[in-house]
Nanobody, 121 residues
Framework: QVQLVESGGGLVQAGGSLRLSCAAS????????MGWYRQAPGKQRDLVAK???????NYADAVKGRFTISRDNAKNTVYLQMISLKPEDTAVYYC???????????????WGQGTQVTVSS
C-alpha cells in the first residue's frame, strides 16, 4: 500500500503565508503526478495545484500568482507554498498522488488524510 502524510496546516491571518508538505511512502516504484486539492465546508473538493515528475505544473485560477507547488522526487514529497492568503482559502487541503506501485507494476491513486488551513480576516 501507499501512504500520504501531510503537514504544515494551521491558522494564519489574511496576507500571511503557510507551507504544506506531503510525503509519500510504501509500495512505490514511481509517482507520476502529485497534487493538492482543497474542500471547504459544504463545497466539493477542487484542484489547487498539481505537478508531474518532470516538473510541469497546473494551478487553479484562484491561486495563480500566490501559491507555488514543488516536489522532491528523491524524497517522494510535494510542497505547496502559499502566500498572500485570503479568508476564502480556508479549507481542508488534501494531498493526492498518482502512483506506479512496485507490486505488479500497477497504478493507483491515493489521498492523504487532509490538513486544515484557516485564514482569519
Amino acid at each position: 500500500q501507499v501512504q500520504l502524510v501531510e503537514s504544515g496546516g494551521g491558522l494564519v491571518q489574511a496576507g500571511g503565508s503557510l507551507r504544506l508538505s506531503c510525503a509519500a511512502s510504501g509500495d512505490i516504484f514511481s509517482i507520476i503526478t502529485m497534487g493538492w486539492y482543497r474542500q471547504a465546508p459544504g463545497k466539493q473538493r477542487d484542484l489547487v495545484a498539481k505537478i508531474t515528475s518532470g516538473g510541469s505544473t497546473n494551478y487553479a485560477d484562484a491561486v495563480k500568482g500566490r501559491f507555488t507547488i514543488s516536489r522532491d522526487n528523491a524524497k517522494n514529497t510535494v510542497y505547496l507554498q502559499m502566500i498572500s492568503l485570503k479568508p476564502e482559502d480556508t479549507a481542508v487541503y488534501y494531498c493526492n498522488a498518482d502512483v506506479i506501485r512496485r507490486t505488479g507494476v500497477s497504478r493507483g491513486n491515493y489521498w492523504g488524510q487532509g490538513t486544515q488551513v484557516t485564514v482569519s480576516s
